[in-house]
């Protein structure tokens, strides 16, 4: 029987929280952009090393201020799939800030920090300097590309390596 471990997909409106989870979960890419409205939940079964989890993903919409009622959807979370736009570093603000709301209210929980349209180099707008930066302040840092697929597995395992790292440490502690 799988663990179950909900995760909340966080992130400014357009940095591609749904075609991540969209990649992640059914292994598609929609090139049409589509809306969320609230939230959209699914589920995807992923094993580490000898555990199994049931990642339950909640596709929060992006609001790029923080809702009220988003506060409630963070609750009970597991750990945060924080996502920016590389191409778009307004994006970075804005994620950080709605990062920082959301541990107000579920605590320090496990998160990756997704710098997301790895696929479009060329028009990029972090730069090493800034991912360093976030790498230095104790954040897990990948690049990814719902549009290729490049990096989004690697993605959401280190989050449940988290997951079950930091809950190792809690039963120690």
Known sequence: MAEKRKVCML??????KTSLVDRFVRSIFSGSYRTTIGVTIETRRVRCDDRELDLILWDLSGE??????????????????????G??????????RLHAAARAVAG???????LN??????????DRATESALESAGA????????????????FSALARAMLASEALLWRG
Do not use: C, H, N
């Open 11 to 16: 992130g400014a409106t357009g940095v591609g």
């Open 64 to 85: 790029d201020e923080f809702q009220e009622v988003q506060i409630s959807y963070v609750r009970g979370s597991a750990g945060f799939l924080l996502v920016i736009d």
């Open 87 to 96: 191409t778009r570093r307004p994006t970075m603000e804005t994620g950080l």
């Open 108 to 114: 320090e929980l496990p998160s990756v920090i997704v």
């Open 117 to 126: 349209k790895a696929d479009l180099a060329a028009a990029w707008e972090i």
């Open 140 to 155: 897990l840092v990948t690049r990814t590309s719902a549009k290729t697929g490049a990096g989004v597995e690697g993605a």
